[in-house]
């Protein structure tokens, strides 16, 4: 008796799901932070296709924690609202009207729309700033800069700009061992109640640090970390790293990210990701196949 062979599509499909079962075991029970921004964010065919992701990240025993930006939406309504707004070393400057919207831009349209696509997608979300539970304690961050005709060292102030002290992890451990994705919105509070602006890599840093976080997925708008010949590194170790920092290799606006990565394996993460989200499904191909997807940094080769 013949047995008629499926098509090659769904042997393709089966083959898919027998590769990634592995990868799925090894990672059941783990929390995997999830840092979600840049211009990704703005394609709803790729927002919808990182909550279905996220959805079946949690369906298969995985406790998925979104940390999200929103720089260019933040943009888009100080605009709206005539509201100048200035950087420094690419953060910016957050005066109180300013830090009001960026509080009613991340915590509220932004989070509330990623929860809406993730229970869309069949999961169930909660969205949270830093200040909800006091879940991210803050202070507020101080730059220098060296006058280049006297110089002396000159502090910049930034206003309403925070970086963590703290994190508490009890209300994320109460929402992972439950059905529930958590969403948070990079909002930190100060101890006298202030509102403090955070860059969502900082804060997706240290959440991961602070649950000890199998890994941090960091979605950019990059394939991941290039080498002096302009090739994409798949694993990077932390101390060359920082020599490439040094020497140059890793510069601009990859070198704040890279530094997130650093400081979260320093704290207990085991790897930390720098991925294409513009790429559909980026996270599965991160997870779930041989080799990843973009470039793993840890703490050693």
Not at 155 to 171: A, C, K, S, Y
Not at 258 to 264: F, G, I, N, Y
Request: aromatic share 4%; charged share 25%.
């Amino acid at each position: 008796m013949s047995v008629e062979s499926p098509p090659p599509d769904i042997q393709r499909v089966a083959m898919t799901l027998i590769e990634a079962l592995p990868y799925m075991r090894r990672y059941r029970g783990a929390v995997m932070v999830v840092k979600y921004g840049g211009h990704a964010m703005g394609d709803e065919r790729v927002a919808a296709d990182f909550a279905r992701d996220v959805v079946l990240l949690k369906q298969v025993g995985i406790n998925p924690v979104v940390v999200h930006g929103g720089g260019p939406q933040i943009k888009a309504m100080l605009d709206r609202l005539q509201i100048r707004s200035s950087f420094v070393d690419g953060l910016r400057v957050t005066d109180a009207a300013t830090v009001e919207v960026v509080e009613m831009v991340l915590a509220g349209r932004i989070n509330k729309e990623i929860v809406t696509a993730i229970q869309n997608a069949g999961g169930m979300a909660v969205g949270l700033c830093g200040k909800d539970g006091r879940l991210v304690e803050a202070r507020k961050l101080t730059r220098t800069r060296r006058d280049p005709d006297s110089a002396i060292e000159q502090v910049i102030d930034l206003g309403f700009v925070g970086e963590p002290t703290r994190v508490n992890t009890h209300v994320l451990d109460v929402l992972t061992e439950s059905d529930i994705i958590p969403v948070i919105a990079p909002i930190g509070v100060g101890e006298d109640g202030q509102t403090f602006n955070i860059n969502a890599d900082t804060v997706a840093g240290a959440v991961a640090g602070a649950l000890k976080a199998r890994k941090l997925l960091m979605l950019t708008d990059v394939k991941g970390v290039l080498d002096a010949e302009k090739r994409l590194v798949p694993t990077l170790d932390a101390a060359t790293a920082r020599a490439w920092i040094r020497d140059g290799v890793i510069s601009g606006g990859m070198i704040p990210k890279v530094e997130t990565c650093l400081a979260a394996v320093e704290q207990g993460v085991e790897a930390a990701v720098i991925l294409d989200g513009r790429v559909p499904h980026a996270i599965l191909l991160e997870l779930f196949t041989e080799g990843g997807f973009g470039t793993q940094i840890v703490a050693a080769g």
